[in-house]
């Protein structure tokens, strides 16, 4: 959910340049461009070469900035727009003439406003400079900013039924809070991944300070102050509201700290400030190039390749001898390259995500005919049960090509027993851990307690899927297979909630009555202590009379797919 700028932008910049790939990047490229060469001014303007070189050094080498410079979204506009306003506000505290006032509240009210209808979280953060601002420049220049960011919000209201409609969702809340280390994974991320990159550049403030004396001028104090009070801001938000600290959001924030922190090396002399700059930022292209993949699809989503691989198959196998589904943020982004060679993508589902689309697809799976099942995903939330839903009934692999954080797959009729798995869990191999498993017919609201250690279930790339049979009556419209992790035989929580806790109702996956098979599937989380437990029992609502036999735990590879 983002403001209307960057959408209505490509609107009409499509109808003059076209749709292409490259036409719809371009925008944010040149964006992004504009960025660097308005921040390599502002560093010229009022901290020297050094200061220049170095900030827009940072902004145009590292991984994160580039992937984000080339994407079709608001954040090289919102750097851009952040860039603009320090420029204004700085151009506002030196103006010595009244025309230049008026002036550098024109480009306040542009860079302000075209925050606000960039991103949320620009306008956020532009709200905040502005604020900041106040410390800054002189009293009899106040009115001059206050009035300019008055005008920005009154430009805003155009927009602000669309935001209300945006406000009355639940947030981010689906994004985890941050952690106290947030920051340092976050420039491990623009860094590509390099440690050393990462470290050299936390250690930049220390010796920048010391390089210059503990001394720097307001103009560095502001910017500085402002990027880390924006950043406690936006953590204790993250924390307390919904997470908007978020890495690309970052970085239209970067550049405050990038030319408060070159501000430090003004007094280095060239030769040796050029040598340094040069080598950082050769290994800085490097390390974007090579080691963070910058030309590979480990950053974009392969839409393209996606695309291309259901076309083949239903080619291939035929329409009709195929169910097709599935799993991408938006079905054009597929139909963007289809459409282009004249076709046009359909599938029975186009999003599996809530629990009312995972019933719909059991109640799909189940009455179908069609041989073979397709499904198709990109960076969707997966849950497991999805998978296993398939699987149930078209268990042999047919197809399998994985991507990075994307998988395409089709699956065949077959024999359940020719799967594999890294692990099988039951009585026989594991007779302790089911001795409280009754599996007389009853009506108990409870049925069944098994506890297992984690150290005997996890894998790594792993999943588990438990599976057992049994008998219900045909009043029962609830029955549901619980799966939840306990610590000394406490369920486990986190802020108020259940850590892990999944419960299936399996009438929704299944309708059948009588005699039949019960399964769910679930991954566990990564930060569960080996000796933890989790503990599988049936939750019988309807306390109608049901038989389940002891399950079978089963450790799936996510590579067996």
């Known amino acids: 959910m983002h403001p209307a700028f960057m959408q209505v932008l490509l609107q009409y910049w499509t109808q003059v340049f076209g749709d292409s790939e490259l036409s719809l990047r371009l925008p944010s490229t040149l964006f992004g461009l504009s960025a660097i060469v308005l921040t390599y001014v502002l560093g010229i303007k009022h901290f020297g070469r050094n200061a220049a070189l170095f900030a827009s050094a940072m902004l145009l080498f590292p991984v994160l900035p580039i992937i984000h410079s080339t994407l079709a979204r ?61 410390f800054y420049v002189k009293i009899r220049r106040w009115s001059f900013l206050i009035i300019s960011g008055v005008i920005a919000v009154l430009l805003f209201l155009p927009h602000w039924s669309i935001t209300q409609e945006h406000l009355s969702r639940d947030g981010l809340g689906w994004l985890g809070a941050p952690e106290w ?3 340092w994974n976050y420039l491990k991320l623009y860094f590509g991944g390099n440690l050393w990159l990462s470290a ?64 430090f090396f003004k007094k280095i002399k060239s030769p040796i400030y050029n ?41 291939d196998i035929g329409s009709d001898k195929l169910l097709k589904f599935c799993n991408v943020t938006n079905i054009n982004y597929l139909n963007y390259y289809a459409r282009r060679d004249g076709a046009n993508l359909d599938f029975e589902m186009t999003m599996i995500e809530e629990i009312e689309e995972i019933h719909k697809l059991a109640a799909i799976i189940q009455k179908t005919d069609k041989p073979k099942v397709m499904l198709a995903r990109t960076n969707r939330a997966q849950n ?61 609201e409870f049925i069944g307690s098994l506890r297992i250690p984690v150290s005997e279930l996890r894998h790594e790339e792993s999943y588990l899927l438990l599976r057992t049979d049994g008998w219900i009556s045909e009043e029962l419209n ?28 399996q009438i929704a996956l299944d309708e059948t009555r009588g005699c039949r098979r019960f399964y769910t599937a679930v991954e566990l989380p990564e930060k569960l202590k080996d000796s933890d437990e989790i503990h599988v029992y049936f939750w019988n609502q309807n306390l109608a009379q049901v038989k389940i036999k002891k399950p079978r735990i089963y450790v799936v590879s996510k590579f067996d797919q």
């Open 74 to 134: 608001p954040y090289a506009p919102g750097l851009f727009f952040i860039v603009l306003l320090i420029f204004a506000i700085f151009r506002l505290e030196d103006s010595r003439v009244r025309s230049k006032y008026l002036t550098s509240s024109l480009l306040i009210i542009i860079a302000a406003s075209g925050s606000i209808y960039t991103h949320y979280y620009a306008g956020l953060c532009a709200g905040l400079i502005g604020i900041s601002a106040l």
């Open 181 to 183: 280390h947030w920051f």
């Open 200 to 263: 050299l550049f936390m250690l930049l403030i220390p010796l920048g300070l010391i390089q210059s004396k503990f001394k720097s001028d307001n103009k560095a104090r502001f910017l500085l102050v402002t990027f880390i009070a924006l950043y406690f801001i936006s953590h204790l938000i993250s924390l307390l509201y919904t997470p908007i600290l978020r890495e690309p959001g970052v970085i239209m924030l970067m550049p405050l700290l990038l030319l408060g922190i070159g501000s």
């Open 275 to 315: 040598g340094a700059l040069f080598s950082l930022s050769l290994v800085l292209v490097i390390g974007s190039v090579f080691q963070a993949r910058l030309f590979e699809t480990v950053h974009f989503e392969p839409f393209r390749e996606m695309t291309a691989l259901i076309k083949k198959y239903e080619n």
């Open 384 to 444: 497991v049960i999805q998978l296993e839903i398939i699987r149930n009934k078209f268990p042999k692999i047919e197809v399998v090509v994985y991507f990075n954080n994307a998988n395409f797959n089709i699956w065949s009729r077959g024999d359940f027993n020719d799967r594999n798995f890294l692990k099988t869990i039951d009585e026989s191999s594991h007779p302790q851990y089911f001795m409280n498993w009754n599996c007389d017919s009853t009506n108990n």
């Open 478 to 505: 609830q029955l549901n297979f619980v799966v939840v992790a306990e610590r000394d035989s406490v369920l486990i929580e986190q802020r108020g909630a259940a850590f892990l806790y999944q419960a299936w109702n």
